[in-house]
């Protein structure tokens, strides 16, 4: 559900290959010198995938919209029935982008700072707009004033009745929040694993989720896991820990083409298993090396159809998209109903929900979530400016024998 940074329009792979080169994430350094830089280099193709995913969750909400009936309604749940898939994707991918872009100098209250100023403002009016549609349209449930609260704090999900208050994807935002709180940990024993602690933290994380994944059909607890914050941590931990194998170059896993290959065949057999947690299971492997796969070829300048312009620009609204587009879908079921329509109909609805769905994301990001962002963040990067600018004055002549070398202890 994080971005990734992006070429500059007119960037060339040339000039991302040249970074990759000389970037300690391909370098193959010891794993005690093999610490990301300052500013990591772009992966735009894991833009575009999130993208992918975003449209895999809106096709599955379309399909439970009722929309299609007969024919269609088969082939759109033969094609989206597995699209909730799509938030085990973004889970893996957050911790893949938040490790590779880690710095080991980090503070953790920046860090926080930051994911705050990330999801918190786009969060925020989403919820207004939920709360909104709950009282005059009367499609969403009125929270009592406990669930609005668990919901604008992000904890709602770890309550199963509560788990859809509001706007009903935020759920997902609940889990990310956990993630955050649990990452600068997480960093810091990622970073004194090395290669071998982070592999085997990778396999431990794909066997919990298969544990987890046989538990839950058989669990008494009266919670399911699916939108349980602590059950969806292996995921996130997978993709930190595949990012720092990543980060110290050696990541070996397959290309491309047969990684997605691999998520597809997943995706296909989710509908054999249980509905719910268990699915994650059936993707978890596919995805776990297809982001990887996808950074590695915007390393090395490999050809990658995810990091075409136009879909790193979707993927970019991508966010936006996932948090608006139910509340869009609900809006219209309030006003047509809920007709099967044929093949023609169907169309035609689902593409009046996608344009206004897309409209509404780009508004939102241009609107609330980029100039928010820049708001939440700009005292902190003024005094940053401030503090380099004075230690580029008092910095030692370098000619003085014996004067400390920046950049050492």
Known sequence: MLGTKHPLPGETTTAATEMA??????????????????SAPSLPSLT???????????????????YFGGTGGRILTWGFGAGGTGVSFFFILSGFVLMWSARPDDRVLDFWR???????????????????????????????????????????SWWRP??????????????????????????????RLGTRG???????????????????????????????????????????????LVVLGRWRGPGLEASLA??????????????????????????????????????????SLWRHRRLVRLGELSFAFYMVHLLVLRAGRSIIGTPRYGVPGGLAATAVVFAASLGLSWVLYEAVERPARRLL?????????????TATRTMPDPLIRDAPVAGRD
Do not use: K
């Open 262 to 303: 691999l998520a597809i065949v997943g995706y296909f057999l989710v509908p054999q298993v249980t509905a719910g947690y268990p699915t994650t299971a059936c993707t978890l492997i596919g995805f776990a090396l297809l982001i990887p796969a996808a950074a590695v070829a915007d390393l090395r300048g490999l050809p």
């Open 198 to 244: 982070s592999a085997v933290l990778a396999g431990a994380s794909v066997l919990a989720v298969l544990i987890l994944a046989w538990h839950d059909p058989h669990s008494r607890l009266g919670q399911q896991l699916y939108s349980l914050p602590a059950a969806r941590l292996p995921e996130f931990v997978l993709g930190a820990a595949v990012a720092r």
């Open 377 to 389: 963040l700009r005292s902190r990067r003024s005094s940053n400016t401030r503090r380099s600018s």
């Open 48 to 66: 575009g995938l999130r993208w992918v995913a975003a449209l895999l969750v809106f096709g599955l909400h379309v399909r439970n919209a009722g």
């Open 21 to 38: 080169r000389t970037s300690p994430h391909t370098a193959s350094a010891t794993d005690s010198d093999a610490s990301p830089p300052a």
């Open 114 to 156: 930051r994911r705050i100023a990330r999801v918190y403002p786009v969060h925020l009016v989403t919820s207004a707009l939920a709360l909104l549609m709950a009282c005059t349209l009367g499609i969403l449930a009125t929270p009592t004033p406990g669930q609005g609260l668990a919901n604008v704090l992000l904890v709602h």
């Open 162 to 191: 509560w788990w859809q208050t509001l706007d009903p994807v935020s759920w997902s935002l609940a889990c990310e929040a956990f993630f955050y709180a649990l990452f600068p940990l997480l960093a810091l024993v990622l970073r």
